[in-house]
């Protein structure tokens, strides 16, 4: 999830950081225009100082933020570096509010608007985990308080002290809970898409990958392997049918569950991967393996089903169940998901000769790689 945090934070740092260096240009085109007369010569150069650094600012940001906003993923030094340079922005933000109002007070205007804008775009624009919140505004809102009151203008005296300090404590609890609610709103988000996600691409069955997890799996994990042997077991329970219309099919999932749980721990202890292919068809991949190797674990595989003793009195070779296997191995030269697919294709052509031969057999594919 933060990683999916982070990239919201870029997008909308983006967005939110163009939009002020275009409200600051504007604001300082009318400064000079408007402004500049009824402004305390003293404090002009101060206003333009914090007018030019929030635009420079926002500027630089925004660039950086363009560029890793594309990236489809975060390495985790990015992640750290980002992570930080969004809470320093909200920081700033709050500061450069903080400082704007206590020369707008000496000005002479005696409001904490410019703070309150900035902390709200902070606050509520981004994404915060709450904690992280309190860290990075209580600093900014401390200060501007202490500062109010340390400040002697007409501005900042009796009931008008009192009235900012009490809308302030106001802004920022409400700001805090619209935090607290974003964040929780963005954590449910984020586990209901996860959820969703793995059931996409499990076999609720068996709880293996199924035909989507098979594709994702060839996309994501195997370029991984690109050039290295791999081997590909394509795995069918003998005489499965008979098996359902003797004993049911409640009794049929339970064996499913069963020999699926034996090919994931199979899969797992190789450094592989076990996916229910439909119905009693199953396929393990086992990269960086050689042909001798497969072949050793398959038969392996096969004599491991037939330990676990399952109970077949309809099957025509065996008073337990049995399995047969097609063997396919090969160096991995992955350029899509299509070409892996002709690895699955040999694999199951050799689980048909398995099953021609006798079936409970490991049979290798032997035809043109």
């Not at 934070?9 to 260096?21: D, E, V």
């Not at 200060?143 to 009796?158: A, D, N, P, V």
């Not at 586990?191 to 059931?199: A, D, G, L, T, W």
Request: charged share 20%; hydrophobic share 45%.
């Amino acid at each position: 999830m933060r990683e999916a945090l982070l990239k919201a934070n870029i997008s909308r740092a983006f967005y939110i950081l163009i939009t002020i260096m275009i409200v600051e240009i504007f604001m300082l085109i009318v400064f000079f225009t408007k402004l500049a007369p009824i402004i305390t010569p003293s404090l002009r150069k101060f206003y333009i100082f914090f007018y030019v650094i929030l635009i420079v600012v926002s500027g630089i940001t925004s660039l950086v933020y363009n560029r890793y906003r594309k990236k489809p993923a975060l390495d985790l030094p990015d992640q750290r570096l980002l992570s930080f340079t969004i809470y320093a922005i909200c920081f700033f933000l709050q500061v450069w509010g903080v400082g704007i109002t206590f020369l707008d007070i000496f000005n002479g205007y005696g409001q904490i608007i410019a703070f309150a804008i900035n902390f709200i775009i902070a606050g509520i624009l981004f994404i915060h985990p709450p904690l992280q919140w309190l860290i990075v505004s209580l600093p900014p809102m401390v200060f501007l308080c202490f500062g109010l009151h340390f400040i002697k203008t007409e501005q900042t005296s009796g009931n008008i002290l009192t009235g900012n300090i009490v809308n302030l404590i106001i802004l920022y609890v409400c700001i805090f809970v619209s935090v607290h609610l974003t964040y929780r709103s963005f954590k449910n988000s984020e586990n209901y898409k996860r959820r969703i996600e793995v059931i996409s691409v499990t076999d609720m069955l068996t709880g293996l990958y199924n035909r989507t997890g098979l594709y994702q799996y060839i996309q994501e994990k195997l370029p991984d392997f690109n050039n290295c042997p791999i081997g590909v077991l394509f795995i069918d329970i003998d005489y499965f049918k008979e098996y359902n219309d003797f004993y049911g099919h409640v009794k049929g999932d339970e064996c499913l569950q069963k020999i699926g749980m034996h090919f994931n721990g199979f899969a797992e202890k190789h450094n592989g991967v076990a996916m229910r292919f439909g119905g009693e068809e199953f396929v393990v991949i086992l990269p960086d393996h050689d042909e001798a190797s497969v072949s050793r674990l398959a038969n392996e595989l096969r004599t491991d089903i037939e330990r676990l003793n399952i109970s077949h009195e309809r099957s025509a070779i065996a008073d337990h169940l049995t399995i047969s296997i097609g063997q396919y191995c090969d160096t991995l030269h992955l350029d899509d998901e299509t070409d892996f697919m002709r690895y699955l294709d040999k694999a199951d052509a050799a689980v048909y000769e398995a099953k021609r031969a006798g079936r409970n057999k490991v049979f290798i594919f032997q035809g043109e790689k």
